[in-house]
């Protein structure tokens, strides 16, 4: 049951969500993702979509994370003109062992719903 609740929270979720394993291998794409990049690309990997800088970048962030169970989170760029701020966040085991990372975009708009609209 957990599984699927974690899952559905990650479906749920209006931001684009790509899980990743140690390899840089997808695993995962919440719908958001696939609209956004056109393209369901489980089971491809993430090097693919990025220049050689970029793949150095994602190289160091995990090298990061393995250095240290305290290292969780890295700030990676910024977007202005869709308002947001992307992270790379380890995900862990129960050991605390790291097992694969993803990315996050956190959008900075102030929301305009309404307070217990439903």
């Known amino acids: 049951m957990i599984n699927s609740l974690l899952k559905s929270v990650i ?3 209006p931001a684009p969500i790509v899980i990743c394993d140690l390899d840089s291998t ?4 919440n719908p958001s993702s ?3 990049y ?3 690309l489980t089971g491809k990997s993430l090097k693919a979509c990025h220049n ?3 793949n150095e970048k994602i190289e160091k962030v995990l090298s990061w994370f393995k250095s240290s169970k305290e290292n969780n989170v890295v700030y990676t760029s910024r977007n202005d003109k869709e308002n947001k701020d992307v992270y790379m966040v380890a995900l862990r085991d129960d050991s605390g062992n790291l097992i694969g ?3 996050k975009h ?3 708009n102030r929301e305009t719903t309404p307070l217990y609209t439903m």
Do not use: C, F, G, L
């Not at 997808?26 to 794409?29: D, F």
């Open 11 to 13: 479906d749920q979720d």
């Open 26 to 29: 997808i695993v995962y794409m």
């Open 34 to 36: 696939k609209k956004r």
């Open 38 to 40: 056109h393209a369901d």
């Open 52 to 54: 050689s800088d970029s």
């Open 101 to 103: 990372y993803y990315e």
């Open 106 to 108: 956190e959008y900075r």
